[in-house]
C-alpha cells in the first residue's frame, strides 16, 4: 500500500532562518506530488505541484521554493523565512491519471506545524 | 471554472443524532467530488469521492454524500454522529488541471 511521510512534525524557528521540510511517498511510482499552506482558521492554499522529477509550478509568488531531486521526493524551502511564513503545511500525492479533470482523490500527509517567532 | 461553496461554517450536533453537511458545487463538466477529514494537527483523510458512477456514494465511519446533478449539491450525511466525528470537513472538486479546488470547510462540534 502507499505511504506518505512528512517531517518534521512541529518546527519553531527564527525569522531570517532557512527552512527545508522533507516529504517522502512510499509504493507508487511517478505520482504527482503537492505542497499546501493552511493558515489559522483558513483553508487551503496550494503552494506548488510536480508532475515529474525536477517539474516544479509555482502556484503563488513568496519567498519558498520547492524541489523534486527524486521521483517520491518533495522538498519545501526558503533562504529566509518570514513571519508570515507560519502556518500548516501539507504534502500530498495523487496517482497518474489519464482523465482529464483527474478523478484520482489527493492523498495527504499528517503535515508539518511551523511556527515562525 | 469549478468551485465549491460550503454552506455552513460551523454545524454542532448532539451524539447519536443525524448529521448534515452542505455542499454546492459549480463545474462546467461532470465533476469528481471529494469529501475529506480533517482532524486537530492532522492530515486531510479521504472520506468518500464520486466520479460519475453511482450517485449515492459510501464512505469510511458510516459517511455517504448523494450527488444531486440538478441541485448541483453533494451533501456529506451520517445517521448517528459519534464524539470521534468532531473535526473540519471539506467538500472538494477536481479541477481542469492536476489540481483541487477545496471549500472553505465545516467545523463539525459533537455534544454528549
Known amino acids: 500500500s502507499q505511504t506518505i511521510h512528512q517531517w518534521p512534525a512541529t518546527l519553531v524557528q527564527p525569522v531570517g532562518s532557512p527552512l527545508s521540510l522533507e516529504c517522502t511517498v512510499e509504493?507508487?511510482?511517478?505520482?504527482?506530488l503537492y505542497w499546501y499552506r493552511q493558515a489559522a482558521g483558513r483553508g487551503l492554499q496550494l503552494l506548488f505541484y510536480?508532475?515529474?522529477?525536477?517539474?516544479i509550478s509555482s502556484e503563488v509568488p513568496q519567498n519558498l521554493s520547492a524541489s523534486r531531486p527524486q521521483d517520491r521526493q518533495f522538498i519545501l524551502s526558503s533562504k529566509k523565512l518570514l513571519l508570515s511564513d507560519s502556518g500548516f503545511y501539507l504534502c500530498a500525492w495523487r496517482g497518474r491519471t489519464e482523465t482529464t479533470p483527474s478523478n484520482q482523490p489527493q492523498h495527504f500527509g499528517d503535515g508539518t506545524r511551523l511556527s515562525i517567532l | 471554472a469549478q468551485s465549491v461553496t460550503q454552506l455552513d461554517s460551523h454545524v454542532s450536533v448532539s451524539e447519536g443524532t443525524p448529521v448534515l453537511l452542505r455542499c454546492n458545487y459549480s463545474s462546467s463538466y461532470s465533476p469528481s467530488l471529494f469529501w475529506y477529514v480533517q482532524h486537530p494537527n492532522k492530515g486531510l483523510q479521504l472520506l468518500l469521492k464520486y466520479t460519475s458512477a453511482a450517485t449515492l456514494v459510501k464512505g469510511i465511519n458510516g459517511f455517504e454524500a448523494e450527488f444531486k446533478k440538478s441541485e448541483t449539491s453533494f451533501h456529506l450525511t451520517k445517521p448517528s454522529a459519534h464524539m470521534s466525528d468532531a473535526a473540519e470537513y471539506f467538500c472538494?472538486?477536481?479541477?481542469?488541471?492536476?489540481?483541487?479546488?477545496f471549500g472553505t470547510g465545516t467545523l463539525l462540534a459533537v455534544q454528549p
Open positions: 509504493g507508487t511510482s511517478n505520482p504527482n
Open positions: 472538494v472538486v477536481s479541477g481542469a488541471t492536476n489540481k483541487l479546488i
Open positions: 510536480s508532475v515529474g522529477i525536477g517539474q
